[in-house]
T-cell receptor, first 113, second 109 residues
Framework: DVKVTQSSRYLVKRTGEKVFLECVQD?????MFWYRQDPGLGLRLIYF???????EKGDIPEGYSVSREKKERFSLILESASTNQTSMYLC????????????FGSGTRLTVV | GQNIDQPTEMTATEGAIVQINCTYQ??????LFWYQQHAGEAPTFLSY????GLEEKGRFSSFLSRSKGYSYLLLKELQMKDSASYLC??????????FGRGTSLIVHP
């Protein structure tokens, strides 16, 4: 019973390409998050969204944008991929206003060559 | 900031007990999560502490001291499958989580 689905497990893209990472959750969660995870740096928040069409910058938004047209879908966009964006990207969702924890997708390992 | 400090790596023997410590900034604190992450996989929820004290859940227990900004995860009767990264996660204002860098636990026979 998959609850947070990321469209790709592994992705290889070329420098300068526009990249879309998709995340879909079926738990009717209000909050959705995009993180990147790098060795020695842990999880860093890129963007999050409290509701449809709402988005907030996280700690490292540069080079990224997001889209939330529907409640269940939160997309991360790399406008012009660069090699320093090679990373593991994790999507997560949570219930609004409560600390019920976060459910993560299985991650997308993106390599930019 | 909301710095979270936890050891980078720990090793332990199968069958033993290990305690993973975490310290965090206390201002604007809501609660403290622990997540387990196996290599190449997504983090999975282990525990959540809001009040001071120890909460036990099978082989895993989690402790919180809000006044000290301190938590630990206690793993008993270690098994090889417990080799993973353990993430200390602080929940603060607006319920946006802040993740520690994780403690890589290596369990050897």
């Amino acid at each position: 019973d998959v609850k947070v689905t990321q469209s790709s497990r592994y992705l290889v893209k070329r420098t300068g390409e526009k990249v879309f990472l998709e995340c879909v959750q079926d738990m009717d969660h209000e909050n959705m998050f995009w993180y990147r995870q790098d060795p020695g740096l842990g999880l860093r928040l890129i963007y999050f969204s409290y509701d449809v069409k709402m988005k907030e910058k996280g700690d490292i938004p540069e080079g990224y944008s997001v889209s939330r047209e529907k409640k269940e879908r939160f997309s991360l966009i790399l406008e012009s991929a660069s090699t320093n964006q090679t990373s593991m990207y994790l999507c997560a969702s949570s219930v609004a206003g409560e600390d019920y924890g976060y459910t993560f997708g299985s991650g997308t390992r993106l390599t930019v060559v | 900031g909301q710095n979270i400090d936890q050891p980078t790596e720990m090793t332990a023997t199968e069958g033993a007990i290990v305690q993973i410590n975490c310290t965090y900034q206390t201002s604007g604190f809501n609660g403290l999560f622990w997540y387990q992450q196996h290599a190449g996989e997504a983090p999975t929820f282990l525990s959540y502490n809001v009040l001071d004290g120890l909460e036990e859940k099978g082989r895993f227990s989690s402790f919180l001291s809000r006044s000290k900004g301190y938590s630990y995860l206690l793993l008993k009767e270690l098994q090889m499958k417990d080799s993973a990264s353990y993430l200390c996660v602080r929940s603060g204002g607006s319920y946006i989580p802040t993740f520690g860098r994780g403690t890589s636990l290596i369990v050897h026979p």
